[in-house]
């Protein structure tokens, strides 16, 4: 016991914390001493990442978010620390309150989203040589997730007898293919307006905002932790994950969905290229190519049964992500009629 306390000592003693026990939690260990109890987080992230993140957070502090879970300097005024494989902070043990609004934990997650995006808008100054980039990069991205696929379309149908697993993918085949289209042509309407306007905004993006990221005080209001990913991108990138992590727990009832984007724009309004490249991220099926990698590459980690279980649960949230995105560009429109 005392042997596999001994690198988490060797940290703690930076912060002059003297463990009475340490629970493991995965990546959070749970550590308890005579001065309170605290959350360590071990992660694999690198100096460089470590210092943005922390840096994305004071950011925040400075401009007033007060929805951020604090990360506790060590006695030498260090945020992080590393061990060479490993980089470490703490934070404090906050235990889950039972959520009992009447919103739903999303439809909160959605507003601090929109708060986190609008305290970090900027205009950016155009360069074209930059949308191209972006344009290019996730076209070129695409096009080969896209080939992947139909490879995979094909090679299942040469076969005389097919696996479950790939006959439910090829019953779906050619719906997928036409969301990869309705994908791209999202992406270019986004690249054809910011040509035209000659303009972009980016925000400060937290990069997986999900309850499993937050804790819900007694208030009911979330309490942000993991920033990080943190970086400046596109709100739309930020959202299309926020949605994607979520759409779970959406019960997929289409109202609640768009109750999210109507808690977002009470704080930050999405201008018409946004909605447009939001929609290309969530039509475009990557959950599925994943799916399909991890059945190609798998060497008995899954049961048959359970690829097929989870493609099927993932072409029913594609299946709804194409109704949805098409009702979001119309009500978004709507709204802005109505405004105007």
Known sequence: MNQARTPYDSILFYYDLYPQSIEDYGKIKKVTTSRGVFALKETTIGAHQADEFIHALRKLTKLGFKQAVPILPTK???????????????MPWMEAIE?????SQEQKLASQLGTIHRLTVKTQPFLKEN??????????????????LNRFADESERKTYMSPFELTFLTHAYMLDQMAEAAKNHLEKWYEICLEKEKYRTVLCHGRIN???AFFNSDNEPLLLNFERACIDTPSRDIASFCRYSFRHAYWVEEEVLKWFMNYER???LLEEEKHLICAYLNFPEPIAFAVDAYVASKGNMREFEH????EKR?????????????????????QQEQQ
């Open 76 to 90: 030498f005024g260090e945020y992080t620390l590393s061990t060479g494989t490993h980089t470490y902070y703490l």
């Open 99 to 103: 959520y009992s609004a009447r919103d």
């Open 131 to 148: 949308i191209d980039e972006s344009y290019h990069q996730l076209l070129r991205r695409w096009e080969m997730r896209r080939l992947t």
């Open 211 to 213: 309850r499993s990221h």
């Open 267 to 269: 704080h930050l309004p």
């Open 308 to 311: 097929v279980q989870r493609l």
């Open 315 to 335: 072409l029913t949230s594609m299946r709804r992500v194409q109704r949805l995105t098409q009702k979001l560009i119309i009500v978004s429109d709507h709204q």
